[in-house]
């Protein structure tokens, strides 16, 4: 047992608690006495400090230290008592003896459940990807219900990241920051709180990128003497240009952080190298009283300086989801000795630049208790509740997630210029449905700007989007192939599993039965008798038509049925024959590279051709199986893809492969159409593959003995398409497209569909 801190150490703390979070607590809750708010706090600390006597963190302070300085981290965002109290009592649940029936006698039923959330998040045991996931959702399902949980959690992980470099193990340390990285920074950014969101991505960038971090920090300061002469410069000047009965409250700057400048230097469009090259590494900042003066201010500055075209955002009328708003602009020949030099110019009122800085906490309003509240109306937490509504805690919640919560918005217009906010990578599709579930089930044609484009057509901000609909239109399941919302998705597939289901059964009927029997060379009848044994449990004629239509609104895939299904069936589907998998074969270890031979066959491991392995004797994969590798101490082993033996190996030790004569992925299409004939028809057809990014295998015209085709110059053509994405409704979409722009389509059928993953 560690030995116990000395008394002098918690004087030390005690001290921080007086001064550095009771005190300036006392500053901006001015409704509440000094008195309470000091009894509060107070006692919330003294209990979390015995209940963490005994204990120390790896650096060797007491464990106390952390919650204090987590709630300093909190204190930036101005929360009510209740979430000082939690934050300070945090871990006590999970790291002591105490309970949470003893927090909330202590201390409340709001503190508790706070604390209740807090601890279940901290004891979930996932591992990586599952944990996130599992995470991620509980975290958002207690933001919904309480959003000081998040607030809570977001300053502990800011200061488990600032003393990360204590932890003895490099790997958790970079799991823990690509965890922070990539779920609590966005979260962070997404309820606006900007200050945090950049302190969790500058720890992580310290902790993943050590040189890099080190290389922009010693450049950054190395341009202070710089930066001091341009903030006072700049400061003078636009003091002297704005009129006195425009009352300025501020003019400060920013500086770019390190983790901005880095992704800056390491896009493709830049050419920068350096961090002095970067015309945006310092901006100014103008706060004002109203709106009005803002865009007053906006006028003198441009009227003084010479704007960049392209480079004004106008974040007051579309503000940002987050709730930020501003006006950007940049301008040239602020500086009289630097003609050309840009320098970026933001400015906002008092009140947006509260929120700018706090983000949804500056929105609390504090009660005669000391407790907070605000509004859970925003778009973000509507977006949340309706993904939580429809999504489990598989891999699909994180896909949406990342599209709908953590992407990038764009801003586009109704036809009465109404501003509809959707995730980047949208579609029409996802606006109509955005409008009104109707509206999207009775899409018929969608116009941008006047002009009519595909349904699958990506959306930019600024566009106006006009849908026409038609009430004997209903959605297509081909939709579910590029639509990106949530609420569309979920929308297409209750229509689709009302009323197209015996279409869908039909129809996957044959696409699984082509899967099966090209990977397995096994049939599947009219009773579906392949599937009676799905995931270990015995399947109803229903159920299995179920797991179709699971299959038709891209809820499953193939592959994963196949996955799911019982053991003796698989082994019976190999060739038609069971397997005696306790005699295998003798394996090969021959090494076949590309120089040997005539057109050999070989695998492509981790994209090299000329890597040594040998074959797994546990399932002897052949050259017509997908493969995936596993690297062992001086070995390279291949097995099939869905061997159970890989199931057992670490993610770190497998390797993606595929045979040579294999498609590393997508789909392959093989389809009819029927086109009245037409000079440049051909043309035309050859364009719309193009625009799709589509590569052609195949054309071939069919020449019949028919009339009918004869007399109405009907032609017959047969095409094989491929794409490089896994697209099951690639064949729909063509048709969509080419029924749009080629009048002369008469019918169109799917042949054969086979993809790769």
């Known amino acids: ?94 790291d002591t003896m105490r309970t949470l029936s003893d927090i909330e006698r202590e201390f ?52 488990n990241m600032q003393t990360l470099d204590h932890h003895p193990d490099a790997k958790k340390r970079e799991r823990i920051a690509l965890e922070t990285l990539n779920v609590y920074a966005p979260i962070a950014d997404r309820l606006g709180i900007f200050k945090m969101k950049e302190s969790l991505e500058n720890e992580c960038f310290r902790i ?83 709106v009005p003066h803002c865009y007053e201010t906006l006028g003198i500055i441009h009227n003084a300086w010479s704007p960049i075209p392209k480079r004004f955002k106008d974040y007051i009328a579309l503000p940002k ?46 009660s005669e208790k000391g407790e907070s509240t605000t ?31 953590f992407s990038d918005q764009i801003f586009v217009f109704t036809p009465t210029g109404d501003v509809i906010t959707l995730p980047r990578w949208s579609t029409p599709i996802d606006f109509a449905y955005a409008i009104h579930s109707e509206v999207g089930n009775h899409t018929s044609i969608a116009k941008i700007d006047g002009r009519v484009v595909p349904l699958d057509y990506e959306l930019h901000s600024g566009e106006s989007v006009n849908i026409v609909t038609d009430t004997n239109k209903r959605p297509s399941l081909s939709w579910l192939s590029f639509v990106k919302t949530a609420r569309a998705k979920e929308v297409i597939r209750q229509v689709a599993n009302r009323e ?99 057109n050999p066959i070989y695998p492509i491991i981790g994209g090299e051709v000329w890597l040594p392995y040998k074959i797994a004797k546990c399932c002897l994969p052949t050259e017509k199986d997908r493969i995936v590798a596993s690297v062992g101490i001086g070995t390279i082993t291949l097995h099939r893809y869905n061997c159970k033996n890989m199931a057992k190996v670490e993610l770190d030790r497998r390797i993606p492969a595929r045979w040579s004569h294999a498609r590393e992925r997508g789909t392959l299409v093989t389809f009819e159409l029927r086109l ?45 398409v491929s794409s490089s994405e896994e697209d099951y409704y690639l064949f729909e979409r063509i048709t969509e497209r080419i029924e749009l722009i080629i009048p002369e389509f008469q019918q169109s059928r799917l042949i054969e569909i086979s993809w790769n993953t």
């Open 676 to 720: 009245r004939e037409k000079f440049g028809i051909m043309h035309t057809l050859l364009d719309i593959f193009y625009r799709m990014k589509l590569n052609i295998e195949r054309i071939e015209q069919i020449h019949e003995d028919d009339q009918e085709m004869v007399w109405d110059d009907i032609v017959k053509l047969v095409f094989q």
């Open 321 to 366: 989801e987050n709730g930020y708003q501003s006006l950007h602009t940049t301008v040239i020949g602020i500086f009289p000795e630097l003609r050309t030099q840009p320098t970026e110019i933001q400015i906002r009122t008092d009140a947006m630049h509260l929120h700018a800085e706090l983000g949804v906490a500056a929105h609390f309003e504090y």
């Open 108 to 159: 409340g039923k709001d503190v508790a459940h706070i604390c209740k959330w807090l601890t279940k998040l901290s004891t979930i045991k996932y591992r990586w990807e599952e944990r996130t996931i599992g995470s991620l959702r509980k975290m958002l399902l207690a933001m919904v219900d309480d959003l000081r949980v998040i607030l809570v959690k977001l300053a502990d992980r800011l200061h």
């Open 500 to 598: 197209q289901r015996d279409m869908i059964i039909e129809r996957w009927r044959m696409i699984l039965g082509q899967y099966l029997e090209r990977n397995y060379n096994a049939l599947l009848d009219k009773d579906l008798t392949l599937l009676k044994n799905i995931g270990g449990h015995e399947l109803d004629t229903k159920q299995r038509e179920d797991v179709l239509v699971q299959l038709g609104n891209l809820s499953r895939k193939p592959s994963s049925v196949m996955n799911e299904l019982h053991s003796d069936v698989l082994k019976k589907l190999n060739g038609g024959v069971r397997i005696d998998l306790s005699k295998p074969k003798k394996a090969r270890k021959k090494k076949v590279t590309p120089e040997e031979g005539t």
């Open 375 to 405: 509004s859970n109306e925003s778009y973000w937490v509507t977006t949340i509740q309706n993904i939580l509504k429809n999504m489990d805690e598989g891999g699909s919640f994180m896909n949406e997630m990342k599209m709908n919560v």
């Open 208 to 290: 993943l990128y050590p040189s890099d971090y080190e290389r922009i920090t010693s450049e950054l300061l190395g341009l202070r003497e710089e930066q001091d002469f341009f903030i006072t410069t700049a400061r003078h000047l636009i003091e002297t240009i704005i009129p006195p009965e425009i009352h300025i409250s501020m003019i400060s700057h920013r500086v770019k952080s390190p983790y901005s400048i880095y992704r800056k230097l390491q896009r493709k469009d830049y050419s920068y190298q350096n961090v002095a090259d970067l015309y945006d590494l310092f901006a100014i900042r103008i706060v004002t009283d109203t």
């Open 1 to 94: 047992m560690p030995e116990k801190a000395t008394p002098s150490l918690y004087d030390d703390i005690d001290a921080i608690v007086r001064m550095r979070i009771i005190a300036p607590v006392q500053v901006y809750m001015t409704d509440i006495s000094p008195e309470k708010i000091d009894e509060m706090i107070w006692s919330a600390y003294i209990y979390a400090r015995d209940a963490h006597e005994w204990q120390v963190r790896k650096s060797g302070d007491p464990y106390i230290i952390h919650p204090v300085l987590a709630t300093e981290v909190l204190l930036d965002l101005k929360p009510d008592l209740v979430s000082i109290q939690s934050c300070l009592l945090h871990d006590v649940v999970e």
